[in-house]
């Protein structure tokens, strides 16, 4: 099981932390990434990274606000997400699978944690 946490309203140029709790499984040896849903549209990649940690990779919309992280030892994985725009309210996912930006090569999901930015 997959639990983000950490959305909320902000306003443009703010910053905050989402975070994925992983339960009742290991999610260490799984590539682990964020996918967001705006209303209206397709699920889109936002990052993911490695079962490791080395690896990391980045859709172009967020490359240099948002920064993946994990902590395999606690089982979570956390999206830093600064100089946020209000392109980027959206329902965030997390998901555990493949290092790749298609969702369809993720096995598992998280239920979303809702991101809403104010301009």
């Known amino acids: 099981q997959l639990v983000e946490s950490g959305g909320g309203l902000v306003q443009a140029g703010d910053s905050l932390r989402l975070s994925c709790a992983a339960s009742g499984h290991s999610f260490s040896s799984y590539a682990m990434g964020w996918f967001r849903q705006a209303p209206g549209k397709e699920r889109e990649f936002v990052a993911t990274?490695?079962?490791?940690?080395?690896?990391?990779y980045y859709a172009d919309s967020v490359k240099g606000r948002f920064t993946i992280s994990r902590d395999n030892a606690k089982n979570t994985v956390f999206l830093q997400m600064n100089s946020l725009k209000p392109e980027d309210t959206a329902v965030y996912y997390c998901?555990?699978?493949?290092?790749?930006?298609?969702?369809?090569?993720?096995?598992?999901w998280g239920q979303g944690t809702q991101v809403t930015v104010s301009s």
């Open positions: 990274i490695s079962w490791s940690g080395a690896n990391t």
């Open positions: 998901a555990a699978g493949a290092f790749i930006n298609q969702a369809r090569e993720y096995l598992y």
